[in-house]
Each structure stands twice: as structure tokens, then as C-alpha cells.
């Protein structure tokens, strides 16, 4: 997942929760159900981006 930075130069939080919740997946062992869960945290980082970009526009 890239990096987002606001006009302050910081990464909002909440990308930051889902980034680190996704590096702590990645570090378990290859499972369906970890597959599942890197999808979900995808798809909330997607949602999450997508409200900071609309924000800052």
C-alpha cells in the first residue's frame, strides 16, 4: 500500500492503523483466511484514501 501525506506533511492516522494492521498480516502465515483479511484491510484502505483525497480536494 503507498503512502498518503496530508498538507501537513503526516500520513492521516487512520491510513496509518490500516497500514500497520496489514504489515502485521503479512507477517502471519499464508492462509485463506489471512487472504480474506488482507482484502477487507484493501478495501478499507481504498474507502479510507478515498475520504482523506476527498477532503483535501
Do not use: C, I
Amino acid at each position: 500500500m503507498s503512502h498518503f501525506h496530508g498538507p501537513d506533511g503526516q500520513a492521516p492516522r487512520a491510513l496509518v492503523e490500516v497500514n500497520d494492521r496489514s504489515r502485521q498480516l503479512m507477517a502471519k502465515p499464508a492462509t485463506s483466511a489471512r487472504a480474506e483479511e488482507y482484502r477487507e484491510l484493501l478495501s478499507l484502505w481504498a474507502e479510507v484514501s478515498r475520504e482523506e483525497f476527498e477532503r483535501a480536494a
